[in-house]
C-alpha cells in the first residue's frame, strides 16, 4: 500500500528511503496521538512529540506528493465549506426509551426476560454522555466519512469538522481490521474546556455559550474547520454500526473491547453487570461520582450483553427492547427570581445574572443563574418575581429555562438594562449589532479591577509577583486609576501595603521595570480592546508597526489588516477616540515602554493591490474563503462583504450564488480561481521587485 503512489514503480533509493521515513513518523505520532487522546497516558513529553511533528511537517513539505490525507499532519487540512452534504445511514440510528425509577427499570428487565423466555443475560452499563451522536465510516483502515444523528435515518456529512478530534483515529492499522465498517459514538465538549471558552468570550466582550452540548453541536456545525479545530471536542464510541468482512463479536461487551484495540476511545466507566441489583449499584455510584467527571452524562445506559439476544428483542419504533436509560434525577427546578443584577465585565459588558431563592438542584445548591443578555431576557420573557424553571446544564453553569407563567400573580415587571453603569454611573449604550450593552468608560472601577488584573497577567504585561490578591490591594490603595499608573508606583508606596516586605516589593519593581521592554502585541493586547485577542494584536503591529500608528488609524485601514473585520475595527477605532485611553498611552511612552515594533511598518499604500476592494465567493480548491482574503489584505487590498460599485474584482470558486448576480448586474470583473491565483502571484512578484 505504501508504494501505490508510484503506480508505475521505479522510484530511486532515496526517495523510497523518504517516504518509509514518512511512513515511520505517521506511526509514532498515530501511536503518541493514541497514548495521549485515548489512553489520557502519554509516554513523551510535549517537546519530544513537537520535535516529530516538526518533523514530519518538513519533509511533507519537501515533498508535498507524499501527503495522505491520513497523515496526523492533515487533521485540519480542508476549506470551508457552503453547506452540509446529507448522509443517509446505512442502519437506522436508534434512541432509547427512559426509565426514571427503579420500578420503571425492573418492568423493562421483566419484559425482556419473558421474551427470552426465563434465559439469563449479562447487562452492559454505560454512562449516558450529554453531547451529539455520530457515525464515522471507514474504508480500508482510512476514515471516510463522520456523519450527525439527524434525524437518525439521515444526517449531515461533517466529515472535516470530525477530523479535527484527535481521539478520533484518522487510520485504524492491523490485520482483520474490516474493509468497511461504521463506529457509532457521542461526540462532547469537555466541562473544562466549555469553561475555559465562555472565559475567553466573556474577556473578548462576547455573550458566554449556553451549555456544553449545545456548543458541541454548534462546533460540529461549523463550515469552516478551523473553527471546530479550535475547540476542545472529544468522543466515546459506544457501538458498532456494521463491520464487513470483519471479526464479529457475538457480545456488546467484546464490541467495546474489540473497538478499544482498534484504537477508539471507550469509556472506562463501561462495566458488565449481571444482576439488576448491580445495576442499581453502578447508578447510585455514578450518580454520586458525576460531578467529579470531565463531561456532563445524564443517565446510565444498560444494554443487554448477547447480541443474539438483541436481535431476538428487535426494536419498537425507533427504540431497542434491548437498551434502555436510566435517567438521573431531573437537573431542574423550581424557584423564585428575587431579582436580576449585573456585574460589569472587564471589557465593559453588562452581564446581567438572576439572584434566585436557594434551591437545590440535583445535588447542589443554586443561588443565581446566568441570564446572558437583554434579548436573551425577553425572549424568555422572564420577569423579576417570576418563578422559574432553573437547569444546571451540563452541570456547568445554572441556567435559568424561563417563566412558569401559570404561577403568575401580577407582581413580576420586566427587567430593563440600566441606562447608568451600577458601579461608576456613566451612561451605558448597546453598539448596534451586538448582543451586550456596555459601559463605556475605561476607568470605570469595576471594570477596571478586572481590565488591571489582564493588563498584569501573563500574554500581556506579565508582571510576575502580581496575583490578584496584590492587584486588588494595589488599586484599594488608590496607586492606581488607570493601568498607566503602574509606572509611577515606588517602593515606598508598595510597602504600605499589608504583608508586603522589603524584598517582595524589590522584586515587583524589578518585574515592573522588565515588562517595559515586553513587546508590542503584548502591550496591545494588555489594554484590553474589546474584540482584540493577542493574535489581532499582533496583527495590527505587523501592519501598522507602532502604537501611534495603531491609535491614529481611522476604521477603513484597520479592515485592512487580516482578520479585522468591521466590528474588531470599530471596536479599535472607538478604544483610542477616549481621551482616557490616550492619557494611558501618554503615561506608557513617559514612563519609557516600548511602543514601536522594531520592524519596519508594511506601509499599505505602496502595496501591490493597494486601493483594490474584492470579494471572495463560493469554494476554493487551493485555499479556504478567509485564507484568500487574507492573501488579498496581505498585498494591501481591502475585502468587502457584499458585492457593490466600490467591488473591483469577484473571486468566485464553487458554488457561489447571488454575489455572482449582482457582480453580473453590475458589471463588475469576475475573476475565476485560476485567475486569482495568477494575480496574486503577479502581485507577489511585484511585491518582491519593489
Ligand atoms: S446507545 C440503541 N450509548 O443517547 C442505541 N447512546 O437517547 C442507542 N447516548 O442518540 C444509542 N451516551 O446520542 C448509547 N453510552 C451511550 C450513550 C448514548 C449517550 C445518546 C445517543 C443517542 C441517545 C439516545
Request: hydrophobic share 35%.
Amino acid at each position: 500500500m505504501i508504494y501505490s503512489y508510484y503506480p508505475c514503480g521505479g522510484l530511486p533509493m532515496a526517495e523510497l528511503s523518504t517516504e518509509r521515513h514518512i511512513q515511520q513518523l505517521r506511526e509514532e505520532i498515530d501511536g503518541h496521538n493514541h497514548r495521549y487522546y485515548v489512553l489520557d497516558d502519554p509516554v513523551v513529553s510535549d517537546a519530544h512529540y513537537d520535535d516529530l511533528m516538526n518533523r514530519l511537517r518538513e519533509l511533507e513539505a519537501d515533498y508535498p506528493e507524499l501527503v495522505t490525507p491520513d497523515s496526523p499532519t492533515q487533521r485540519v487540512g480542508a476549506s470551508p465549506l457552503e453547506g452540509f452534504d446529507e448522509v443517509e445511514h446505512p442502519s437506522p440510528m436508534l434512541s432509547l426509551a427512559n426509565a426514571f425509577d427503579t420500578d420503571q427499570l425492573r418492568a423493562w428487565h421483566k419484559r425482556a426476560q419473558d421474551l427470552l423466555e426465563g434465559a439469563g443475560f449479562d447487562m452492559v452499563c454505560e454512562l449516558k454522555i450529554d453531547g451529539l451522536a455520530v457515525a464515522l465510516t471507514y474504508e480500508d483502515g482510512r476514515l471516510a466519512r463522520g456523519a450527525t444523528r439527524g434525524d437518525g435515518l439521515r444526517g449531515e456529512d461533517v466529515t472535516s469538522n470530525l477530523r479535527t478530534i484527535k481521539s478520533i483515529p484518522l487510520l485504524v492499522r492491523g490485520n482483520g481490521v474490516p474493509r468497511r465498517f461504521e463506529v457509532r459514538g457521542e461526540v462532547y465538549f469537555p466541562k473544562s474546556g466549555f469553561l475555559k471558552l465562555n472565559e475567553e468570550r466573556v474577556s473578548q466582550g462576547e455573550a458566554p455559550y449556553a451549555n456544553p452540548r449545545n456548543t458541541a453541536a454548534g462546533s460540529l456545525r461549523q463550515l469552516d474547520p478551523r473553527i471546530t479545530a479550535s475547540r476542545p471536542l472529544d468522543i466515546f464510541v459506544y457501538a458498532l454500526g456494521y463491520a464487513e468482512d470483519g471479526a464479529a463479536p457475538d457480545t456488546h461487551w467484546a464490541i467495546l473491547e474489540y473497538l478499544k484495540d482498534l484504537g477508539f476511545k471507550t469509556n472506562p466507566a463501561n462495566a458488565v453487570c449481571s444482576t439488576l441489583e448491580e445495576v442499581e449499584a453502578y447508578y447510585r455510584d455514578w450518580l454520586e461520582r458525576k460531578e467529579s467527571l470531565d463531561y456532563g452524562v445524564d443517565g446510565a445506559v444498560v444494554k443487554i450483553d448477547p447480541l443474539s439476544y438483541q436481535r431476538h428483542l428487535g426494536s419498537v419504533g425507533r427504540e431497542p427492547r434491548w437498551a434502555i436509560a436510566y435517567k438521573f434525577p431531573a437537573t431542574q427546578e423550581i424557584t423564585r427570581l428575587l431579582d436580576i443584577r449585573i456585574n460589569v465585565g472587564r471589557t465593559g459588558s453588562l452581564n446581567p445574572y438572576a439572584v434566585l431563592e436557594p434551591v437545590n438542584v440535583g445535588g447542589a445548591t443554586v443561588k443565581m443563574a446566568t441570564l446572558h443578555n437583554e434579548d436573551d431576557i425577553r425572549r424568555k420573557d422572564i420577569r423579576v418575581n417570576d418563578w422559574v424553571v432553573v437547569e444546571r446544564a451540563g452541570e456547568v453553569i445554572p441556567q435559568v429555562v424561563g417563566p412558569v407563567v401559570s404561577r403568575r400573580s401580577g407582581e413580576e415587571f420586566e427587567f430593563e438594562m440600566p441606562p447608568h453603569c451600577p458601579v461608576c454611573d456613566t451612561p451605558t449604550a448597546r453598539p448596534e449589532g451586538e448582543a451586550m450593552t456596555y459601559c463605556f468608560n475605561t476607568v470605570c472601577p469595576a471594570q477596571f479591577a478586572r481590565l488591571f488584573m489582564h493588563f498584569v497577567s501573563r500574554g500581556a504585561m506579565d508582571i510576575e509577583g502580581m496575583g490578584e490578591r496584590l492587584a486588588l490591594a494595589v488599586i484599594d490603595a488608590e496607586l492606581v486609576k488607570d493601568v498607566g499608573d503602574l509606572y509611577s508606583i515606588t517602593a515606598e508606596q508598595l510597602l504600605t501595603l499589608e504583608r508586603m516586605g522589603e524584598k517582595s516589593a524589590g522584586n515587583l519593581m524589578k518585574s515592573i521595570e522588565m515588562s517595559k521592554e515586553r513587546p508590542l502585541p503584548n502591550i496591545i493586547y494588555a489594554l484590553g480592546i474589546r474584540h482584540v485577542g493577542y493574535e489581532t494584536a499582533d496583527a495590527l503591529v505587523r501592519h501598522f508597526g507602532s502604537m501611534d500608528s495603531i491609535a491614529q488609524a481611522c476604521e477603513e485601514e484597520l479592515t485592512s489588516v487580516p482578520g479585522v473585520g468591521p466590528k474588531v475595527a470599530q471596536s479599535i477605532a472607538a478604544h483610542f477616540a477616549q481621551e482616557s485611553s490616550r492619557a494611558v498611552i501618554e503615561k506608557l511612552r513617559r514612563a519609557g515602554v516600548q511602543l514601536e515594533s522594531g520592524v519596519a511598518a508594511q506601509d499599505g499604500s505602496s502595496r501591490p493591490l493597494a486601493g483594490l476592494q474584492m470579494v471572495v465567493t463560493g469554494r476554493l480548491d487551493a485555499m479556504s474563503r478567509s485564507q484568500a482574503e487574507d492573501r488579498i489584505k496581505e498585498l494591501g487590498g481591502s475585502v468587502g462583504s457584499s458585492v457593490s460599485k466600490k467591488t473591483r474584482f469577484l473571486v468566485v470558486g464553487e458554488g457561489s450564488g447571488s454575489k455572482l448576480d449582482q457582480a453580473q448586474k453590475l458589471g463588475t470583473e469576475i475573476l475565476d480561481e485560476a485567475r486569482f491565483l495568477k494575480l496574486l502571484e503577479r502581485s507577489l512578484v511585484e511585491e518582491a521587485a519593489s
